[in-house]
Structures are given as structure tokens and as C-alpha cells.
């Protein structure tokens, strides 16, 4: 089946830095990749589509030059968290999506714990 | 607006009891919609999906109901096991938002051996 990985699964960063999470579709071509973010006992919030070969279509109120959505190739989305705050601790999950499945075919990545100190 | 970002409800089972969870979804043009499991520090697990020419699809021990009259999915877990405990999410695709899964609000599902 359709698998995703998402790297680092846990990272603890200090205020200021700026963070890469990785999330690469394994088995698959994805041409379109989603990033969610989830609060604790909170609901997935999509924060951004990722388009392979083009921009990243952010949701309302999501920075754009604070997550900055690279997806330079069909298995690969990276998400850059910039000059990181506390306030951006929080759970990170991406999604692909096998566009040859029946289904709509999402498939999720494990998911990155930030934590900003 | 969207159904996203609520404090998740709870629903408590004793072990080989059914288990029903609800989810309203806010979209009437969706016609894509997904149950997914997500325990603790992982990502959504896929359960079970249904496409909106279907009022009932069913899979091994789980049911899900779609009540498109008033945005209303339900999802059923036969003979419930405590590996079952975790929070349930429902979502939506398709319509204007066509190819975003929209996720609606969760229920964490704890079962008592």
C-alpha cells in the first residue's frame, strides 16, 4: 500500500532557528501533498496544499513566510518552519495523495513533534 | 465556517460493547468523506470511507453511515476492543474544495476491559 514518511518524527529547537520536516511519499508519485497542524486533543488543521513544481496554496491566516512549503519533486514536500517561537510547538502531519487510486487516496505521514524552547 | 479545530467530545465503552461516534460535516458539495484513527504521537490511521451516491458502507467491524440531508456521519465499531481506544476523526473532500480533506471535529474513544 501507499506509505508516507515524515522525518524528523520529534524535534526540539530553540527560539529563532528555523526547522525542516520532511515528508516523502515512498511508493508513489504525489503531485499534490498537504501539511496539517494539530494542537493537543485538538482537531487536524490544513495549513497548506503542496504542488509539485509550483507554489503552495496556504489556508487563511497561515504565515507563508513563516512556513515556507518547498515540493521540488514528486515524492518529496519539505516544511520549513522559520525563525521558530514557542508558539509554534505543535504537532505537524503531512499527507500525499495517490491520484492512480480508486479512492481519493490520502495517505498520511507519522507526523513531527516541534518543540521551540 | 469550517468544522475544525473544536476540543474533541469522549465517548467511554465497556470491551465488546457497540460503539457509535458522530460527526457533523459542514460541507453539503463534499462527496468524499473518511473515518481515521489517531492514537497517541502518530498520524491518522485510514478506518473507512464512503462517497456520497452511498448512504452505508460497511468493513470488517466497522459501519459508516452518511445522512446527507443533514451533513450527519456515524461511525460504527462492532464488539469493540480496548486496541480501539484513540481519537476518531472524520473528513471531508470533494465539491468546492476539491482534492483538500477538511478534517471535522474528533471523539476520543476509551474502552474499559
Redesign the interface.
Given at each position: 500500500g501507499a506509505v508516507?514518511s515524515?522525518h524528523p518524527s520529534r524535534v526540539i529547537c530553540k527560539s529563532g532557528t528555523s526547522v525542516k520536516i520532511e515528508c516523502r511519499s515512498l511508493d508513489f508519485q504525489a503531485t499534490?501533498m498537504?501539511w496539517?497542524r494539530q494542537?493537543p486533543?485538538?482537531?487536524?488543521?490544513?495549513m497548506a496544499?503542496s504542488n509539485e513544481g509550483s507554489k503552495a496554496t496556504y489556508e487563511q491566516g497561515v504565515e507563508k513566510d513563516k512556513f515556507l512549503i518547498n515540493h521540488a519533486s514528486l515524492t518529496l514536500s519539505t516544511l520549513t518552519v522559520t525563525s521558530a517561537h514557542p508558539e509554534d510547538s505543535s504537532?505537524y502531519?503531512c499527507?500525499a495523495?495517490d491520484t492512480t487510486r480508486v479512492?481519493?487516496g490520502?495517505?498520511?505521514?507519522?507526523?513531527t513533534?516541534l518543540t521551540v524552547v | 465556517g469550517e468544522n475544525?479545530?473544536?476540543?474533541?467530545p469522549t465517548l467511554s465503552v465497556q470491551e465488546g460493547d457497540n460503539s457509535i461516534i458522530n460527526c457533523a460535516y459542514s460541507n453539503s458539495a463534499s462527496d468524499?468523506f473518511?473515518w481515521?484513527k489517531q492514537e497517541s504521537?502518530?498520524?491518522?490511521?485510514?478506518i473507512i470511507?464512503i462517497r456520497s451516491n452511498m448512504d452505508k458502507r460497511q468493513g470488517q467491524r466497522v459501519t459508516v453511515l452518511l445522512n446527507k440531508t443533514v451533513k450527519h456521519l456515524s461511525l460504527q465499531i462492532a464488539a469493540t476492543q480496548p486496541g480501539d481506544s484513540a481519537v476518531y476523526?472524520c473528513a471531508e473532500?470533494?465539491g468546492t474544495s476539491y482534492?483538500?480533506?477538511?478534517?471535522?471535529?474528533?471523539t476520543?474513544l476509551t474502552v474499559h476491559p
Open positions: 508516507v515524515q499534490t498537504f496539517y494542537f486533543k485538538k482537531s487536524l488543521m490544513l496544499t504537532f502531519i499527507s495523495r479512492s481519493y490520502y495517505t498520511f505521514g507519522s507526523g513533534r | 475544525v479545530g473544536l476540543h474533541l468524499y473518511i481515521y504521537g502518530k498520524g491518522p490511521q485510514f470511507d476523526f473532500a470533494g482534492g483538500k480533506l477538511t478534517f471535522g471535529q474528533g476520543i
